[in-house]
């Protein structure tokens, strides 16, 4: 009964989706076979060629050539502290979400949860999960996977911290998680002294995205501000800021920050070239964030402002505690999207000649013993794998919480 | 009395007043910019004249011979540096007017299929924009460069050249295309061929305002159609057969002769600059289509018209509005990108600058002269979106 139930309802939904008329029968068929065919050459490409290449090369494709021996372990604690950061974090949201039904609140430590924490993890995460397991299949290095367990059990440790903080502390726990990286890359940099040149591969794209970020943001908050203010000088000049930023290619003016820039300082304050390049994607990505920006503030009804203003506040306080905060939530699924242009945009390192993935994945093709072989496919895959997977799960996430704040449906 | 009764409004004292503030704000302001500008002009000047280059302000490196050819153009080594910036200006332009057209029709077809009632048709359209949305449109053109043209063997080497017979011809060097050439001056041809375009249109404008009085099928863009083609078949008789068609073919040595030839380079960025922005331009597609208010397409259902007629005629039309504005700000992403040419030696107009720059044209000047250049782009693409938009936009609202 039941089966015979199913299957119609089976049948049902192939008539309605794949084969309701019979234009749509041959749409069916000709889509099937194409990504049947392209399934079948994906998977034959994954699974048929050999991948040594990229086992030999994979600790060079994450950290760069520069980084060995107990240096290695820079990284590796900078990963462990963002996983405990991260962890407090959702721990302290998922408290603070669920206050008025403390039985909802997922703890880490009480065994029933586990298939819960673990089913939710795994269908936020599965895509870095994936690449996780990709990696550690292809070295088969123990050395990896322990690192790998240790991190998750320290983001699991963290949540079940994170759950047992007081009600209020939730943006004691975001600040941290904000600076978990900034201490990470300090540890880096100055407590293994590793020098900015020698940082490489996915670490080094991860962390000009992440300063990237981190320093645009405010300087595109200001800049909106500028572009919305009365003064006609600060009016003018965040409109030429933005405008020139966006009017020009990224390229472009990472080549100048690579051959001009040194021409406008003094010998002694040229920065490295990494941070140069970081310098010119903060420039860059302030002008965008700031056209982000305006948008929240356009959005918002005058009421507030004036209603501020009513009650006597000074403008700094208006703008700090009445319009930034209610116009930025209402473009966060902007910010993120803008977050993955510049995560994407780290990629164009490659022309300035750094160490990123995809420099690397050509690179690698000129070992001696790989030399001349057409392997470059498959670590330009890999590279591009790697670019792919961040930012397909920052859209998820940015998907998953523009549907939450319910933006554009009010 | 009542004056006399109210103290004297005194102004308040200068360092709380609110007109003071602004007026030395803004002129603090002003100075702290210029003199970090002064600053960094200073600086420029001194390493320019400890480094013994042209001073900032001189453009003469412009008349300057190249000393070098642009594969693919006719630009001799004597030629100045500014015929080459104009070759690769005009390369860019035309570059982004290609993708454009490509990845509009690309980008519509996905968009609409993604909303299609057909699972696999939606479903490939959603795996295609999440694949290539999240994927920097470097490695999409560097894969297609490197990892599929010169290394994959998507290419065959020179002497083993694969063919669609009388289409497609391709092996390392390049993809040759069938196009249509002219024998001689385009212009009469083109010229009629303007002149169709304008009385077929016409004749759909006539068709149409005809079907609206009458309420009967006039089959307005069939007609039009019927027109244009009739007048540009005539037009090209009389005219003596002004085109001729080269087909490309691999010749008995296994080398491609004919057809339009498209080196690996501009290829592997038109295919990757297109595929990149289409999964863009998809979704704005799919998000407009999704704001056109629902009662719209049932009013449409109500009135007898098929999905077809439904999507052009109520649909897309009010979707194109919403669309403009996004979809104009991927046209100028487009064009930036181009300049990721430098990374696969394609030559445009940020390749001809570093080249410039690496044979001794000061790097200041020439990377200026760039950034004026794409800001002028942008600036035309701003005007266009603008006029278009206020063309759209419905009256009133």
């Known amino acids: 009964m039941t089966a015979g139930g199913v299957t119609t309802h089976a049948g049902a939904w192939i008539r309605q989706n794949l084969f309701r008329n019979a234009r749509d029968s041959i749409l069916t068929v000709v889509f099937g076979a194409l990504l049947a065919f392209l399934t079948y050459r994906a998977l034959s490409f994954v699974l048929g060629e050999d991948w040594e290449i990229q086992r030999q090369n994979m600790r060079n494709s994450l950290v760069g050539p520069e980084i060995s021996g107990t240096d290695l372990w820079a990284p590796v604690i900078g990963i462990w502290l963002i996983a405990a950061a991260v962890g ?4 302290a949201l998922d408290r603070s979400q669920h206050a008025d039904q403390p039985g909802a609140i997922l ?48 983001a699991f440790l963290g949540r079940a911290a994170g759950v047992r903080l007081p009600l209020g502390s939730v943006r004691w726990a975001a600040l941290a998680t904000a600076l978990a990286p ?143 905060p209610q116009a930025l939530r209402n473009v966060i699924p902007a910010i993120v999207g803008q977050s993955i242009s510049l995560w994407k945009d780290t990629s164009l390192m490659f022309i300035i000649g750094l160490a990123e993935p995809l420099r690397l994945a050509s690179a690698f093709t000129r070992q001696p013993e ?41 | ?123 490939f359209a959603r795996i295609y924009v999440e694949l290539f949305r999240n994927t920097p449109p470097l490695v999409v053109i560097i894969f297609i460069y490197l990892g599929m043209f010169i290394n994959g063997g998507f290419l065959p080497r020179v002497g083993d050249a694969v063919e669609i017979p009388n289409l497609l011809a391709a092996d390392i060097r390049g993809i040759s295309v069938l196009w249509v050439s002219f024998t001689d001056s ?67 040595n296994g080398r491609v002769t004919g057809g339009n030839k498209l080196t690996p380079e501009y290829a592997a960025l038109l295919i990757g600059l297109v595929l990149y922005t ?5 979704e704005i597609t799919r998000a407009s289509i999704q704001a056109v208010a629902r009662g719209q397409d049932e009013a449409a259902k109500a009135l007898g018209l098929s999905a077809g007629q439904r999507l052009r005629k109520v649909i897309l039309p009010q979707a194109l509005r919403v669309a403009i504005p996004p979809l104009s700000n991927q046209y100028l992403n487009l064009t930036k990108n181009s300049s990721l040419a430098v990374a696969i030696a394609y030559v445009e107009m940020t390749r001809v600058t570093s080249d410039l720059v690496a044979n001794g044209a000061p790097a200041f000047q020439a990377f200026l002269l760039l950034a004026f250049l794409y800001l002028l782009i942008s600036l035309a693409t701003a005007l266009i979106t603008n006029f278009i938009n206020g063309r759209l936009a419905i009256p009133g609202r």
């Open chain 2, 186 to 252: 385009p212009w009469p041809y083109l010229l009629v061929l303007v002149g169709a375009i304008a009385v077929g249109w016409g004749v759909v404008r006539w068709r149409n305002h005809v079907q609206d009085a009458q309420g009967k099928p006039t089959y307005p863009m069939l007609s039009g159609l019927v027109v244009f083609l009739a007048m540009a078949i005539v037009g090209w008789l009389a005219l003596g057969g002004p085109t001729e068609l080269s087909a490309p073919s691999v010749a008995e």
């Open chain 1, 88 to 91: 407090v974090m959702i721990g």
């Open chain 2, 1 to 123: 009395m009542t004056a006399a009764q109210a103290p004297a409004r005194a102004r308040p004292p200068l360092w709380r007043d609110v007109r003071v503030l602004r007026v030395v704000g803004q002129a603090a302001a002003l100075v702290v910019v210029g003199m970090l500008l002064a600053w960094l002009w200073s600086n420029l000047q001194n390493n320019v004249d400890s480094l013994g280059i042209p001073a900032p302000t001189d453009f003469s490196y412009l008349n300057q011979p190249v000393g070098q050819s642009i594969a693919g153009s006719d630009l001799r080594p004597t030629q100045s540096r500014l015929d080459a910036l104009q070759v690769g200006l005009v390369r860019t332009i035309q570059i982004a007017i290609v993708g454009i057209i490509l990845t509009t029709i690309l980008g519509v077809l996905l968009g609409i299929a993604r909303l299609s009632q057909n699972w696999l048709v939606a479903t």
């Open chain 1, 182 to 324: 900034i201490v990470a890359v300090l540890i880096i940099r100055f407590g293994f002294g590793i020098d900015w040149n020698d940082w490489g591969g996915f670490l080094l794209v991860a962390f000009a995205g992440a300063a990237g970020i981190a320093l645009s943001f405010p300087l595109g908050i200001f800049l909106a501000l500028g572009r919305r203010s009365k003064l006609p000088v600060m009016k003018g000049l965040s409109v030429a800021y933005i405008e020139f930023f966006r009017g020009v290619p990224l390229v472009v003016l990472l080549l100048i920050g690579s051959l001009v820039i040194g021409l406008f300082l003094p010998r002694s304050l040229i920065p490295s070239e990494p941070i140069r390049a970081v310098i010119i994607f903060t420039l860059f990505t302030a002008a965008y964030f700031a056209e982000v920006v305006r948008g929240g503030l356009q959005s918002l009804p005058e009421g507030q402002e004036e209603a501020a203003k009513a009650l006597g506040l000074p403008a700094w306080r208006i703008t700090s505690f009445i319009v930034l």
């Open chain 1, 107 to 154: 703890d880490p430590l009480r065994p029933a949860h586990w298939r819960q924490i673990a089913y939710r993890t795994v269908a936020r995460l599965w895509p870095v999960f994936a690449l996780v397991v990709f990696i550690l299949l292809l070295t088969g290095s123990t050395t990896g996977l322990l690192v790998t367990l240790a991190a998750m059990a320290l």
């Open chain 1, 370 to 410: 790989f030399r001349g072989q057409g392997l470059i496919t498959l670590t330009l895959f890999f590279a591009g794998l790697i670019y792919w997977i961040v930012s397909f799960t920052m859209s998820r996430e940015s998907q998953r919480l523009e549907r939450k704040l319910g933006v554009g449906q009010r």
């Open chain 2, 278 to 282: 289409a999964s863009h331009v998809a």
